[in-house]
C-alpha cells in the first residue's frame, strides 16, 4: 500500500495509523509520539501561485494533508476565516531591510502574533471535523505567551469545545496574559502554573495521556505537538519564497521548534529553500544538542524573549524523527530516555543529520537587547526580542548570493516595556493591544504537579 500524506503515523511507531481529522483531533499518538504524515506532498502548484495570494498558498498546502477527512469545502472556509482575520492583502509581507536582508511579518493577525496563523485554521478545522462527528472536544495547552493567546482568541465561544490554557505564573509579559484572562468565554479555563513552561508542557503530556479523562469525551492539544498546528504555519514560508522569486535562508526564533521544523516541512515538499537556522535565546538546549551531539535539560531561564524560554523543545522529536531516515524505534529510545534520565548523548551520525537539516545559534540577552538597539538606529524598525534573536543570527549568516529572512513573530508592543527599557520610547500599541484597557482578568494558580493539574481540568 503507498503511503499518503492524508495518512498519519506515530514518531515513536507503536500507534494505528490515522486520518487528519483524527490525527488533530487527537493532538498526540497514543503511545506517546507525535503524529507526521506518511509521506510528503509535492508543491505542484507553484507557478500558478506567483502572485503570491495567501489563500491560494495555503490551500495548495493543506488539502494533501487532509484529504477527504473533512466536509467538502473545510479547507477552503478555513482559510477564508484565517485571511479575514489578517491587515495586509498578503497576510504574512516580506519587507527589505538592506539589501538581502528581509523580516517576514507574522503578526497582522489578531492578536499580533505568528500563532494566529496556525491557531485560527485549526479552530475553524476542528470545528468542522466536530459538527461532521458530533462530539465534543477539550483542548490543552501549555503556553510561553503567544500561544495561548491565539487560542483564546480562536476558541472562545465554541460550543462543541473547552479549551484550557496553561501559563507558567509570572512568566509571561503582561500583554501576552491579559490577552489570554481577559476574554468572558466560558469554554476557557486559564491555568497559571507555578513553575516554568517545561512544566506547563509536561503538565499537558500526562494530562493527554489520562485515558480516564478521555472517557468525558475527546482530549487534544493546540500546542505544536498538534499536526494541524505545525501544518498551518508552512504556507508563509511559501508566500516568503514567491514573494521573493527564489530561495531563501530562513532565520526562525524558536522555543518549541515548531515554526522551525513547518519550514523544514515546506523543503521536504520541494520548496527552495537556502538554508535554515534555528535562533534560540539564552535557553540554548536545542542549539546544544544539534551542535554538540548533547540534549540535556536544565531549569528555562527566564528572558526578554519569554516565548523562547523552553528547554525541551517538543517538536525537536519530529527533527530526530526525519534526521533519523524516519527510525521510529530509534526515536522512542532516545526520547524515553531523556523523559527518565533528563539528557541523552546524540549518535554522532544522527547529529550530523540533524545539523544537515538545520543550523541552530544561541544568543544572549546583552546581544538581544544590542540587536534591538541596531535595528531601530540602523532601519528606524522597531522590533520584540523574539525578532532580535533572529536578526542578530540572520546579519551573521554567510549569504553565499541568497537573501536571508528572518521571521518577525510578534510586535513589539506586546513587549512594550522591555522594549522601552531598551530604546527609552513606547512602541505604538497595535489596534489589538490598544483595545485590551483594564478588563477584569479571570484565572486560576496551580501548582506545578499532576494532582492538581488534573484536579483542575476534571473540574471545568
Known sequence: MTNSPDRYLSTRGHAANETFADALLRGIAPDGGLYMPQAWPTLSSLKQTKDADYSIIAREVLAPFVGQSLPAGAVERAIAKLVAGFDHPLVTPLVELESGLFVLELFRGPTAAFKDLAMQLVAALSDEALEASGETLTLLTATSGDTGAAAVRAFAGKKRIKLVVLHPLDRVSPIQRKQMTTVEADNVLNLAVR?????????????????????????????SINWGRLAGQIPYY????????????????????????????????????????????????????????????????????????????SNFERLVFEASNRDADQTRKLFEDFARDGTVTLPDDLRKALNSETAAVSVDEATTAAEIRH????????????????????????????????????????????????????????????????KPERLSIIDSDYASARDAVGSF
Open 375 to 438: 535595528a531601530y538606529e540602523a532601519w528606524g524598525r522597531v522590533v520584540c526580542p523574539h525578532t532580535a534573536v533572529a536578526l542578530h543570527a540572520a546579519r551573521k549568516i554567510d549569504r553565499n548570493g541568497a537573501p536571508v529572512v528572518a521571521l518577525s513573530t510578534a510586535h513589539p508592543s506586546k513587549f512594550g516595556g522591555y522594549v522601552e527599557s531598551v530604546l527609552g520610547i513606547t512602541p505604538e500599541p497595535a489596534p489589538v493591544i490598544a483595545a485590551l484597557g483594564d
Open 238 to 313: 511559501v508566500s516568503a519564497t514567491l514573494q521573493l522569486g527564489q530561495a531563501a535562508h530562513f532565520v526562525v526564533p524558536t522555543g518549541n521548534f515548531g515554526d522551525a521544523f513547518a519550514g523544514i516541512a515546506a523543503k521536504k515538499m520541494g520548496l527552495p529553500v537556502a538554508g535554515m537556522t534555528a535562533a534560540v535565546n539564552q535557553n540554548d538546549a536545542l542549539a546544544r544538542a544539534i551542535n554538540e551531539g548533547l540534549y540535556d535539560r536544565r531549569p528555562a531561564v527566564e528572558s526578554a524573549s519569554v516565548s523562547m524560554d523552553v528547554q525541551a523543545p
Open 195 to 223: 513553575g516554568d513552561f517545561d512544566d506547563c508542557q509536561r503538565l499537558v503530556k500526562q494530562l493527554l495521556a489520562d485515558e480516564s479523562l478521555r472517557e468525558r469525551g475527546r482530549l487534544s492539544s493546540v500546542n
